[in-house]
T-cell receptor
Framework: GAGVSQSPRYKVAKRGQDVALRCDPI?????LFWYQQALGQGPEFLTY????????KSGLPSDRFFAERPEGSVSTLKIQRTQQEDSAVYLC?????????FGPGTRLTVL | AQSVTQLGSHVSVSEGALVLLRCNYS??????LFWYVQYPNQGLQLLLK??????LVKGINGFEAEFKKSETSFHLTKPSAHMSDAAEYFC??????????????FGQGTELSVKP
């Protein structure tokens, strides 16, 4: 039984580099969420998709952050010109009914 | 706007003792409430949820929580702690009635330590 998977699990980037984080949701889950979890904090909402439509991107911290889900399944979170404050764990969750299932996260470290 | 406050960033109990993790929420509409557990280097796992109906909800691993509207609380309890319960616990609130798609608003988390 496949859960939500994310890749890579760990990413080290130099400041100014672009990164792309991938999320493979549970098959058939219509809704997909991205969260950012800073060290020692609770996750914070970034963006939400229903199928391929991005219905809420109010949590994206700047225009350097971009997310897509072109075919309504796999999603990619892209961060351009990474900054040190972008260092965090990025969690993806897919949802059915009112329960969200989380992936293991991608730990991004920006040097 | 919705918010969650978890009282106590660190809680330490002895093995076999009662576990009580506190959560208070703020919501302008009837909330959906959740408790998640996070083990090191892992994602979040759902322990239990309250949507409607019975206010005492039972979850996995012997945990339960009671929704108290008058106190705007949703505290998590377990009668007897096990060493394997040591982890980070997050309370979260969601409003599925809006167009937000049920995004979760999390508290800051409570780290539970269990002493032998």
């Amino acid at each position: 039984g496949a859960g939500v998977s994310q890749s890579p699990r760990y990413k080290v980037a130099k400041r100014g580099q672009d990164v792309a984080l991938r999320c493979d949701p549970i098959s058939g889950h219509v809704s997909l969420f991205w969260y950012q979890q800073a060290l020692g904090q609770g996750p914070e909402f970034l963006t939400y998709f229903q199928n391929e439509a991005q219905l809420d991107k109010s949590g994206l911290p700047s225009d350097r952050f971009f997310a897509e889900r072109p075919e309504g399944s796999v999603s990619t979170l892209k961060i351009q010109r990474t900054q040190q404050e972008d260092s965090a764990v990025y969690l993806c969750a897919s949802s059915i009914y009112n329960e969200q299932f989380f992936g293991p996260g991608t730990r991004l470290t920006v040097l | 706007a919705q918010s969650v406050t978890q009282l106590g960033s660190h809680v330490s109990v002895s093995e076999g003792a009662l576990v009580l993790l506190r959560c208070n929420y703020s919501s302008s509409v009837p909330p959906y409430l959740f408790w998640y557990v996070q083990y090191p280097n892992q994602g979040l796992q759902l322990l239990l949820k309250y949507t409607t109906g019975a206010t005492l909800v039972k979850g996995i691993n012997g945990f339960e929580a009671e929704f108290k509207k008058s106190e705007t609380s949703f505290h998590l309890t377990k009668p007897s702690a096990h060493m394997s319960d040591a982890a980070e616990y997050f309370c979260a609130v969601s409003d599925l009635r809006g167009n937000q798609g049920g995004k979760l608003i999390f508290g800051q988390g409570t780290e539970l330590s269990v002493k032998p």
